[in-house]
């Protein structure tokens, strides 16, 4: 893994880089070689800031700690950034109904568990060609916040929705 370190009124010790650079290198496992990570060391008044990021294929983990000690902001960071990597893992694993990988952890004691709700309703419906004039009207009358219809004018199947900020939402689906 490649580590950089950025200084911002904090002079980093040649012992404390050796320290983050052999910890991070043990996250190595998770992503093979390519990944990259920038270790930023920042004292503001009495407080030491340490923020490690570490990118891979487009990938971003990133962790912040402050603290009184920079040495105590690596322990309290790196099982952060362990956490964030291994619930990205176990998402892609799940997406693809695989089998999670036992591997030991570094940091952390125990492996944070990830529950999704169950389905508990299932609802069929026929879809109507119709405008998209005609279906933000359809959209009022049933106080839904979203609307499935099929676009008249294109073929495709749309879904129409309410957002935050009272205006509407299109969103057109390629199949």
Do not use: W
């Amino acid at each position: 893994m490649k580590v950089k370190f950025v200084e911002k009124n904090y002079k980093i010790a040649d012992r404390f880089k050796e320290v983050v650079t052999s910890k991070l290198e043990k996250l190595d496992k998770y992503f093979g070689s390519g990944a990259s990570a920038t270790v930023a060391c920042v004292k503001q008044n009495k407080i030491e800031k340490l923020e490690i990021t570490v990118t891979n294929k487009g990938l971003l983990f990133r962790s912040e700690v402050s603290g009184e000690n920079m040495y105590n902001n690596i322990d309290i960071a790196l099982p952060k950034l362990e956490k964030q990597i291994v619930r990205n893992r176990e998402k892609k694993l799940d997406s693809k109904k695989k089998k999670v990988v036992d591997e030991s952890l570094e940091f952390l004691y125990e492996m944070p568990e990830i529950e999704l709700p169950e389905i508990y309703k299932k609802k069929v419906f026929n879809i109507d060609p119709m405008l998209v004039e005609d279906a933000k009207y359809a959209l009022e009358r049933l106080d839904h916040n979203f609307y499935i219809f099929l676009n008249a004018e294109s073929g495709k199947v749309n879904v129409l929705y309410r957002r935050n900020d009272g205006k509407y939402g299109l969103i057109e689906v390629n199949y």
